[in-house]
């Protein structure tokens, strides 16, 4: 199975500020990579997907850049509503796989 | 818009079946050309793809769970299921249903999740 790593695990950071995660894949997965949000007690929510791609309805501040073993996830300018976890998601080959979890919190 | 719903047991006996279903509304299962997906999250932990049924009932489950899963789908009902057997307590985890992979190869509608615990 592909492994996908994210760094970092967990990220302090205030509203306005510009924060970048980082998800590496264990071999090339192309731009076969997506990225969701989760929030405590819900669901996780696409984002972003091939890597660049917003989801409909997501925030133009968020956007994701990458390909082959190593990806990023910009959140261009912090809002209240954005301070959950982050996982990165791969499909370039079965099974799917998601990252261990980037949890964003206000500092 | 398309809303998925799991439902089933809570607390499941050591050794004995999971089965939850996935209710699907504002949409139909049949003819969309959709994946519908189960994925798990233990608590306080990442996200695990167990498997994935099409509408006409073919299947590909996750190596490492392959050996107890079972999914079935009911294109009258609009449902599809999971049954997960001989459970431990390495099983307790919020259960999601999903729509996807999605040609996107993403998951783009998630139910709200249901705990099941695994304990006597």
């Known amino acids: 199975d592909i492994q996908l790593t994210q760094s970092p695990s967990f990220l302090s950071a205030s509203v306005g500020d510009r924060v970048t995660i980082t998800c590496r894949a264990s071999?090339?997965?192309?731009?076969?990579l997506a990225w969701y949000q989760q929030k405590p007690g819900k669901a996780p929510k696409l984002l972003i997907y091939g890597a660049s791609t917003l989801q409909s309805g997501v925030p133009s501040r968020f956007s994701g850049s990458g390909s082959g073993t190593e990806f990023t996830l910009t959140i261009s300018s912090l809002q209240p509503e954005d301070f959950a976890t982050y996982y990165c998601?791969?499909?370039?080959?079965?099974?799917?796989?998601f990252g261990q979890g980037t949890r964003l919190e206000i500092k | 818009q398309m809303q998925l719903q799991e439902s089933g047991p809570g607390l499941v006996k050591p050794s004995q079946t999971l089965s939850l279903t996935c209710s699907v509304s504002?949409?139909?299962?049949?003819?969309?050309?959709?994946?519908w997906s189960w994925i798990r999250q233990h608590p306080k932990k990442g996200l695990e793809w167990i498997g994935y049924?099409?509408?006409?009932?073919?299947?590909d489950y996750n190596a490492s769970l392959k050996s107890r899963i079972t999914m079935s789908v009911d294109t009258s009902k609009n449902q599809f299921s999971l049954k997960l057997s001989s459970v431990t307590a390495a099983d307790t985890a919020v259960y999601y249903c999903?729509?996807?992979?999605?040609?996107?190869?993403?998951?783009?509608?998630w139910g709200q999740g249901t705990m099941v615990t695994v304990s006597s």
């Open positions: 071999q090339g997965i192309s731009s076969y």
């Open positions: 998601q791969q499909l370039n080959s079965y099974p799917p796989t």
């Open positions: 504002g949409g139909s299962i049949r003819g969309g050309g959709y994946y």
């Open positions: 999903a729509r996807g992979p999605t040609a996107h190869d993403a998951f783009d509608i």
């Open positions: 049924i099409y509408d006409n009932g073919s299947t």
